[in-house]
């Protein structure tokens, strides 16, 4: 955790916030949220995850800090009770609330929530770097061996565990469906050409044992 609180305290500093200890203070906050025990997927290691893509493509970004503070930012509201884009509209008026007692001036603070709040659809310009890279780190998980993947949506059928078998599987088919249907999943060019075709292949193939025979 020291070493999170570290590269959070690096990011705020890096978007203007006045250096004092209340910084250190509102990151184990933050980091309480994301070990909240209803969490299961949207844990910290989603958040370190997130950050060592922002970190390893800082420089496709043209404000990687506030693109870092993003991350921290996007998933820190996350009750899966909540209907629609509630958990990142809640988010980004928390960053708003959190990085302006930091001192973080207003603009940063405005373009932070705006990108929490790409993380609900992430549907994303294409000339909007900064928003390309938190949506592609968000999606990162979708792309990996077919076991870490299965091992993902475990998890978050786990988060859902109030909602019945059903409701769940008609849920979030609707989800995957909605994500397949997206133009690109990743929008850089270096994570497109290595991450596409296999976020789509897990996609569909999760899909498929959520719509299949057995199910209906």
């Not at 991350?71 to 909540?82: F, G, I, L």
């Not at 603070?109 to 968000?138: I, K, Q, S, W």
């Not at 292949?201 to 719509?211: G, H, Q, V």
Request: proline share 7%; glycine share 6%; with cysteine.
């Amino acid at each position: 955790m020291a070493d999170l609180l570290e590269r959070w305290r690096a990011a705020v500093r890096a978007a203007g916030a006045k250096p004092d200890e209340h910084a250190t203070l509102a990151g184990e906050r933050l980091l309480a949220r994301w070990r909240e025990p209803h969490r299961h997927y949207h844990t910290v290691p989603h958040l370190a995850a997130v950050l060592d893509v922002v970190d390893r493509h800082a420089g496709l970004a043209e404000r990687p800090d506030l693109v870092r503070l993003a991350a921290w930012c996007h998933d820190a509201v996350y009750d899966p009770r909540a209907a629609g884009d509630a958990n990142e509209r809640d988010s980004a008026d928390l960053a708003g609330s959190l990085l302006t007692g930091l001192g973080v001036p207003e603009p940063a603070v405005a373009e932070v929530r705006r990108l929490v709040l790409l993380t609900a659809g992430h549907r994303v310009t294409a000339d909007d770097h900064d928003g390309a890279l938190l949506c592609d780190a968000d999606l990162a998980v979708l792309a990996g061996p077919p076991a870490a993947y299965d091992r993902y949506a475990a998890a978050i059928r786990r988060e859902y565990a109030h909602v019945p078998d059903p409701a769940f599987r008609s849920g979030r088919a609707s989800v995957l469906t909605g994500l397949l249907e997206l133009p690109a999943l990743f929008r850089l060019p270096p994570l497109a050409q290595r991450w596409e075709a296999s976020a789509r292949d897990n996609l569909r193939r999760e899909l498929a044992t959520l719509t299949g025979p057995a199910n209906r």
